[in-house]
């Protein structure tokens, strides 16, 4: 993307900061990709710009497929909120009680139930590793030593919790299985940006949950809640073809998110 596309596409958010938000996703966005998820952390220099844009624009915040107290541990930014289990939690700028949307709650045992169940010792021997996000539960076989095998396991775990009535969702090298109600990034983006006059919003991602965050922003536009909407993807080995298709701009990988920031920045 060459500086002057990249200025043009912008430009509806640096006209007026003040009525505009900024969003982004954080692993393989803010955060690169690593072997171990547990491992993944944002770089200071990325960290710096992200100051840097918070001080300037009216709503700044990340959604995560993380919980959103561990996605602020990572970003280290209490100034900013954060849309934690794709948008179920909610962790204002500067507060400390996690928000659980009321219609998600209730199901956090059914899904807990279901994932001890499902993680047998044939699917530890394999080192499928699980997350715990409360209402969410995820399967990861990134990493593990036969990976193909690893897969396979994980979606029958799939297959299984469909037919008990739950939802799942596919990321890079994850399952998650959700409660039977709708979450996704896209909630989260209306969330974030509730009660706020604002006339313009970016999102930036990597992974097919970050359509969502695309498809709720356009959404807001759609309905007269904002002028304009910008949809960053960001380019890797493991893009999805979807990211590159639905976005307004491409950006190369974390370093090329950094520039990003900080030409919102200045």
Sequence with gaps: MSAATLAEALEPLRADPARAAILLDIDGTLAPIVRHADDASV??????????VAKRYAVVGCISGRRSTTARQMVSLGTIAYAGNHGA????AGGTEVEIDPEIA????TVREFAEAAYTPDVQRLRV???DKQAIKAFHWRGAPDE???ERAVRAIAERAEAEGLAIHW???VLEVRPPVEINKGRGVRRLLDGHDLAAGLYVGDDMTDLD??????GLVEEGLLVAAVCVGVRSDETPPAIEKQSDLLVDGPLGVRGLLMALAS
């Design 43 to 52: 770089p200071e220099p990325t960290r710096t710009q992200l100051i840097a």
């Design 89 to 92: 939690e909610l962790l204002p």
């Design 106 to 109: 209730p199901y956090e045992r």
């Design 129 to 131: 590793r699980t997350e």
């Design 148 to 150: 193909d095998a690893a």
């Design 171 to 173: 990321g890079r090298k």
């Design 213 to 218: 965050a695309f498809a709720g922003l356009r």
